[in-house]
Protein backbone atom coordinates (compact mmCIF):
# COMPACT_ATOMS: atom_id res chain seq x y z
CA UNK A 1 0.00 0.00 0.00
CA UNK A 2 1.27 3.54 -0.83
CA UNK A 3 -0.15 6.28 1.46
CA UNK A 4 0.07 10.23 0.95
CA UNK A 5 -0.35 12.24 4.30
CA UNK A 6 -1.16 16.32 4.88
CA UNK A 7 -2.04 18.10 7.56
CA UNK A 8 -4.90 19.86 6.28
CA UNK A 9 -7.87 20.72 7.37
CA UNK A 10 -8.76 17.28 6.37
CA UNK A 11 -12.53 16.52 5.36
CA UNK A 12 -15.98 16.05 6.66
CA UNK A 13 -16.87 12.58 7.33
CA UNK A 14 -20.32 12.92 5.36
CA UNK A 15 -18.23 14.69 1.98
CA UNK A 16 -15.57 11.66 2.14
CA UNK A 17 -17.60 9.37 0.11
CA UNK A 18 -18.28 11.87 -2.36
CA UNK A 19 -14.92 13.47 -3.31
CA UNK A 20 -14.61 10.33 -5.00
CA UNK A 21 -17.12 11.99 -7.81
CA UNK A 22 -17.11 13.37 -10.74
CA UNK A 23 -17.26 16.84 -10.65
CA UNK A 24 -17.56 16.49 -6.83
CA UNK A 25 -15.95 19.65 -4.63
CA UNK A 26 -15.68 20.20 -1.51
CA UNK A 27 -18.06 22.82 0.22
CA UNK A 28 -14.91 24.74 1.95
CA UNK A 29 -13.03 24.64 -1.33
CA UNK A 30 -15.49 25.07 -4.33
CA UNK A 31 -15.35 28.73 -4.03
CA UNK A 32 -12.19 29.23 -2.26
CA UNK A 33 -9.74 26.91 -4.65
CA UNK A 34 -9.63 26.95 -8.47
CA UNK A 35 -10.32 23.15 -9.46
CA UNK A 36 -12.30 20.63 -11.87
CA UNK A 37 -13.21 18.13 -8.93
CA UNK A 38 -12.08 15.05 -11.66
CA UNK A 39 -8.72 14.49 -9.79
CA UNK A 40 -9.44 12.36 -7.30
CA UNK A 41 -12.10 10.40 -9.91
CA UNK A 42 -9.46 9.93 -12.50
CA UNK A 43 -7.14 8.37 -10.06
CA UNK A 44 -9.37 6.11 -8.67
CA UNK A 45 -10.67 4.73 -12.30
CA UNK A 46 -7.08 4.50 -13.12
CA UNK A 47 -5.90 2.60 -10.09
CA UNK A 48 -8.96 0.39 -10.35
CA UNK A 49 -7.99 -0.25 -14.32
CA UNK A 50 -5.38 -1.69 -12.72
CA UNK A 51 -6.91 -4.14 -10.16
CA UNK A 52 -6.10 -1.78 -6.87
CA UNK A 53 -7.96 0.46 -4.52
CA UNK A 54 -7.73 4.07 -3.84
CA UNK A 55 -9.44 5.61 -0.84
CA UNK A 56 -9.00 8.05 2.20
CA UNK A 57 -8.87 8.14 6.09
CA UNK A 58 -9.39 11.91 7.36
CA UNK A 59 -10.17 14.32 10.38
CA UNK A 60 -11.42 17.47 10.56
CA UNK A 61 -8.46 20.09 11.46
CA UNK A 62 -6.07 17.15 11.52
CA UNK A 63 -5.15 16.17 7.76
CA UNK A 64 -5.62 13.34 5.34
CA UNK A 65 -4.25 10.14 4.37
CA UNK A 66 -4.99 9.05 0.96
CA UNK A 67 -3.93 5.16 0.25
CA UNK A 68 -3.88 3.21 -3.14
CA UNK A 69 -2.88 -0.90 -3.27
CA UNK A 70 -2.23 -2.43 -6.73
CA UNK A 71 -2.14 -6.29 -7.20
CA UNK A 72 1.27 -7.76 -7.74
CA UNK A 73 1.74 -10.13 -10.47
CA UNK A 74 3.41 -13.29 -9.31
CA UNK A 75 5.25 -13.73 -12.12
CA UNK A 76 7.30 -10.91 -10.66
CA UNK A 77 7.45 -12.36 -6.77
CA UNK A 78 11.15 -13.34 -6.40
CA UNK A 79 11.03 -17.56 -5.43
N1 LIG B 1 -5.80 16.60 0.57
C1 LIG B 1 -7.07 17.05 0.69
N2 LIG B 1 -7.47 17.65 1.85
C2 LIG B 1 -8.75 18.06 2.01
N3 LIG B 1 -9.70 17.96 1.06
C3 LIG B 1 -9.34 17.39 -0.12
C4 LIG B 1 -8.01 16.91 -0.37
N4 LIG B 1 -7.97 16.39 -1.62
C5 LIG B 1 -9.21 16.53 -2.12
N5 LIG B 1 -10.03 17.13 -1.23
C6 LIG B 1 -11.45 17.41 -1.40
O1 LIG B 1 -11.95 16.57 -2.44
C7 LIG B 1 -12.53 17.36 -3.48
C8 LIG B 1 -12.31 16.68 -4.82
O2 LIG B 1 -10.91 16.64 -5.07
P1 LIG B 1 -10.38 16.52 -6.54
O3 LIG B 1 -11.09 15.38 -7.23
O4 LIG B 1 -8.89 16.48 -6.48
O5 LIG B 1 -10.88 17.84 -7.25
P2 LIG B 1 -10.39 19.36 -7.09
O6 LIG B 1 -9.07 19.35 -6.38
O7 LIG B 1 -10.30 19.85 -8.49
O8 LIG B 1 -11.49 20.03 -6.32
C9 LIG B 1 -11.85 18.73 -3.32
O9 LIG B 1 -12.68 19.75 -3.87
C10 LIG B 1 -11.70 18.84 -1.84
O10 LIG B 1 -12.92 19.28 -1.24
MG1 LIG C 1 -7.44 17.95 -6.27
Given at each position: ?????????G?????????????????????????????????????????????????R???????????????????
Amino acid sequence: MTSVVDQGNGIDPDEQHLIFDELYRGKDHRQMVQGTGMGLSIARTIVEAHGGSLSVISERGCGSVFSFTLPIDPQFIPS
